[in-house]
């Protein structure tokens, strides 16, 4: 298995030692490189590499922001790689398969390596099932109304979509306004909710939040996102046959395969 890395590091020097070493190992192909954490998140969504080689302290946007703006299902593999240890355990929280120091020595990095292909295949293996069902929804998507609601049951009221979220947090409960909110996306049984610049995790199923939002404003464009269709600003579409969608406040989101019917069918009418 070849593993597709992107190296990114507000270092020139940094970046050319990094990719010569990794030039010398096999089954690696660096597809790109970054000089900073907003190119970073842009390059993550449209290359979509395996795993990516992330510096944490950069001016602008550090590692671990990069990896906050990301959707859950397009986070590639990440090895941190730092001139300080004291990130090790933040690294780890979230889910780093490695923590290089620099200068990176070569053994570190055919171990980070081997460790990465490793996790690909079984991620892979695992996964199986889920591109089965997303191929299955593909073949019978006919029509993109149809697609927004897969799997979800009407709420038995076409006008009467509550105005307002209520979040609980604890003993604490935040009453989010549905129309601030901008994107969602789910981590298992939680939703994390964007709105106004602030991320609420909610407790809920995908299923359960569709039939609690408006189809004709939040569209479910990814097995794992909802978006406002109110703040897409722009669209790109890919070599792969998957958009990028751009919201007004610069976060971009992939649409799948799966959901591209969805999104052809907003972009002809807006």
């Not at 292909?117 to 929804?137: C, I």
Request: charged letters at 25%; glycine letters at 6%; one cysteine or more.
């Amino acid at each position: 298995m070849s593993l597709r890395a992107l190296i990114v590091d507000d270092e020139e020097l940094a970046r050319r030692g990094l990719l010569r070493r990794l030039e010398t190992l096999p089954n690696i192909e660096v597809i790109g490189q970054a000089s900073n954490g907003f190119e970073a998140v842009e390059m993550i969504g449209e290359l979509s590499p395996d795993v990516v080689f992330l510096d944490i302290q950069m001016p602008g946007m550090n590692g671990f922001e990069v990896i906050a703006k990301l959707q859950s299902d397009t986070l590639p593999l990440v090895v941190f790689t730092t001139a300080y240890d004291q990130y090790a355990v933040d690294a780890f929280k979230v889910h780093a398969i490695d923590y290089l120091l620099k200068p990176v020595e070569i053994e570190r990095l055919t171990d980070a390596v081997a460790r990465a292909t490793e996790r690909l295949s079984f991620e892979k293996n695992d996964s199986s099932k889920q591109a089965l069902l997303d191929l299955m929804m593909s073949a019978t998507a006919n029509r993109p109304k149809e697609i927004s609601t897969t799997g979800t049951e009407s709420n038995g009221n076409d006008t009467a979509w509550p105005e307002k979220l209520a979040i609980k947090d604890g003993s604490d409960i935040t009453l989010v306004r549905v129309a601030d909110i901008e994107w969602v996306d789910a981590a298992g049984d939680y939703m994390c909710v964007h709105a106004h610049g602030n991320t609420h995790i909610m407790r809920i199923t995908m299923r359960q939040l569709v039939d609690k939002l408006n189809p004709e404003i939040f569209l479910r464009v990814h097995r794992s996102t909802i978006v406002n269709v109110n703040l897409i600003s722009g669209a790109q579409a890919l070599t792969n046959g998957e958009y990028t969608l751009t919201l007004s406040n610069g976060t971009k989101l992939k649409v799948s395969r799966s959901y591209r019917d969805v999104i052809k069918q907003f972009l002809s009418t807006h």
